[in-house]
């Protein structure tokens, strides 16, 4: 809007744009970049994340950051770690599909481990762990 205040008027460009001319004037005057304590705060947050070996989420991190002097909210911590690009890494954990302490029959081994048929459709075979039971 700037380059254009010569040519179109403020008012009309503002209206154009769906914009306040209040708001326009306000950005005309406001710094624009990031402040040497704003830069830090980012630092700090990217060496925390590094650091906490990328697994912690906002609220850990604000303790952490807090930790070294560096009072964030909630709020802005998650919003300034969007904008870095910043997301911790979800551990997966470990989930056990077989039980074999169980009284339950077993169905015998036909194959008795010789893997190799002597004819075609001889032998099928098939895992069938994936399959939801009520038992789990």
């Known amino acids: 809007m700037r380059q254009w205040r010569e040519v ?5 460009m503002c209206r154009v744009l769906g914009v306040s001319r209040g708001g326009y004037y306000d950005w005309t005057h406001r710094p624009h ?13 990217r060496a925390a994340h590094k ?19 560096f009072e964030v909210g909630r709020d802005r911590l998650a919003r ?5 690009g910043i997301r911790c890494r979800q551990k997966r954990r470990f989930v056990a599909t077989t039980r074999s302490a169980h ?14 048929a002597d004819r075609p459709n001889a032998a099928w ?10 038992e789990g």
């Not at 650091?51 to 002097?69: C, D, S």
């Not at 075979?125 to 009520?134: G, L, N, P, Q």
């Open 8 to 12: 179109y008027p403020v008012k009309m």
């Open 33 to 45: 970049g990031l402040s040497p304590e704003q830069e830090r705060l980012r630092l700090a947050i």
């Open 51 to 69: 650091r906490t070996r990328q697994t912690y989420g906002t609220r850990r991190l604000q303790r952490e950051l807090a930790g070294e002097g």
């Open 80 to 84: 300034l770690r969007n904008e870095l």
């Open 103 to 116: 009284n339950l029959p077993v169905a015998p081994n036909l194959l008795e481990q010789k893997f190799e």
């Open 125 to 134: 075979v098939t895992d069938i762990t994936y399959i939801a039971t009520d």
